[in-house]
């Protein structure tokens, strides 16, 4: 893929998640031009993922993964990724990546893929919440606050969202209770049938809004205050097959936050109640320092 690209659609994620091979067990993955000063961590995450399921047989579907973000990424360099095949047991097959710039590691992650299996079943009820189709677009919430939506409709948009109730960057309102807790409609755009591509597409997804949850209960925002936050760690598992092209709800929820750093949880679940996905995620939040009198 061109760096000059802009990637908008679902081919264009298609393209960002389609790694470059140089060597057995080791890929090659490359960023747009977004102006970003470093790499979205979604992206890292999902192009590791690919690597991993390259080395895989398509017989055996991720069930898990877990990830740590070491550096900030260079998106104006190649992410080099090399995968260690770990185990290649009789139901379950085991990766380690890890993605390399300037000869040093930013990223590390392991995942596990598994055989199709059948066995008890469960799972909590979705949250009841809007229809997607029932909720404004990004570009109308966003339409109020003329800077937000400029700097917006300039940056690539991969995954389409509709925000439940109120949207991290609009204030809280006289009267409007504290929660720790926010839903999304998350959708990327048509995508071919190959199950690695959705677990991808929806693991680079994954990392878009899960740390705002950790700023709701102080009315704070990373679109509107002055308040940094980069992820630390990542962990899915994924319990049902899914399609990341249709919309999925992301019910996302903060538990605890300290130390300069919260803790977010998510449940990402079908269109039809279906519980697909669970996520855990810590970041770091800092607000500015003072400066020394």
């Known amino acids: ?39 979205f961590g979604g992206q890292v995450a999902g192009q590791a993922l690919v690597a991993a399921g390259r080395t895989v047989p ?22 080099v990724y090399q995968v260690d095949r770990i185990r290649d047991g009789r139901s379950f097959t085991t ?9 040093r590691a930013i990223f590390h992650l392991s995942a596990s893929f598994q055989v199709a299996e059948e066995g008890v079943e469960h799972q909590d009820a979705m949250p009841d919440v809007p229809d997607p189709d029932d909720l404004p677009t990004m570009a109308d919430l966003l339409a109020p606050y003329p800077e937000l939506l400029a700097d917006h409709l300039a940056r690539p948009m991969l995954i389409e969202r509709r925000y439940v109730g109120r949207p991290p960057f609009v204030p809280r309102g006289d009267g409007e209770p504290v929660t720790a807790g926010s839903g999304v409609w998350i959708k990327a755009g048509a995508l071919p049938d190959d199950p690695l591509v959705h677990v991808c597409a929806l693991t680079y997804a994954s990392d878009m809004t899960l740390l705002d949850s950790v700023l709701l209960p102080h009315d704070m925002s990373f679109w509107r205050d002055t308040v940094s936050g980069a992820s ?13 092209d249709q919309w999925l709800l992301y019910a996302q929820h903060s538990p605890a936050a300290g130390g300069g750093r919260g803790l977010a949880t998510g449940r990402i679940f079908s269109r039809h109640g279906e519980l697909l996905v669970s996520v855990v995620q810590e970041g770091l939040v800092r607000r500015p320092r003072a400066a020394a009198s």
Request: avoid cysteine; charged fraction near 20%; aromatic fraction near 8%.
């Open 232 to 244: 630390l760690d990542h962990a899915m598992w994924f319990h049902r097959p899914f399609r990341a």
């Open 58 to 79: 398509p017989d055996r579907t991720v069930h898990s993964l877990h990830a740590y973000f070491l550096v900030a990424g260079d998106p104006s360099v190649p992410v």
């Open 95 to 103: 990766r380690r990546v890890v993605a390399v710039q300037h000869g």
């Open 1 to 39: 893929m061109s760096t000059d690209q802009l990637p908008d659609t679902g081919a264009d994620l298609v393209l960002l998640l389609d790694l470059e091979q140089i060597e057995d067990n080791i890929y090659r993955g490359l960023s747009p031009h977004t102006g970003q000063q470093r790499i």
